[in-house]
């Protein structure tokens, strides 16, 4: 069997790969280094002091499905209703992930105060429960009647979108 050289020594090299992957030695913090003593004075090999919390992975997780896709937990109607309910707000950011809108101040049509908003939707269950609202004005936050009414017409418009929505 004549191999060239290159070939040869990417096939050494994929074997010193392969069987180095083979190894089971992790670094841990506090670990002997190769000559010293370890922390405890003493080197043990048993199995029941092994840690035992080491991920199981094989070469196969690689062409597997992604373990890092997020589910997003919050309800898609509380989530539009936030939004066109509080439109006259100028929006700073928004997380769908976690559920949370925050707003800018606004004055709302008709009215002459500007409001500031942080909603944080936290369920996936068109529920009162699902819905915190903070609610500031410039001077400090605003009246709890004023944020329930902001409630009650966010949980409205959320409840009239379900209904009119034809997927039910």
């Known amino acids: ?17 392969g069987l180095a992957a083979c ?8 670990a002997a280094i190769p000559g010293e003593s370890p922390p405890g004075g003493f080197v043990s090999n048993n199995r029941e002091s092994a840690p035992t919390n080491y991920d199981r992975s094989s070469i196969w997780d690689v062409f597997g499905p992604n373990k890092t896709d997020q589910t997003v937990y919050v309800n898609r109607y ?12 100028p929006i700073e950011s928004v997380d769908p992930f976690t559920g949370i809108i925050v707003t800018g101040y606004g004055t709302p049509p008709g009215g002459g105060r500007a409001y500031r908003a942080t909603v ?8 009162a429960r699902s819905l915190n609202l903070s609610l500031q004005t410039r001077n ?8 329930r009414a902001v409630e009650d017409a966010i949980l ?7 209904i009119g929505d ?3």
Do not use: Y
């Open 156 to 162: 409205s418009r959320a409840r009239q979108m379900r």
């Open 120 to 127: 944080h939707i936290d369920d996936p269950a068109l529920d």
């Open 78 to 89: 509380l989530w539009a209703a936030s939004l066109d309910v509080l439109n006259f707000l």
């Open 23 to 30: 190894g089971n030695r992790t670094a841990e913090q506090g």
């Open 1 to 17: 069997m004549n191999l060239s050289r290159p070939v040869r020594l990417t096939l050494i090299l994929a074997l010193c790969g």
């Open 166 to 168: 034809d997927k039910l």
């Open 140 to 147: 400090g936050p605003a009246s709890a009647a004023t944020a």
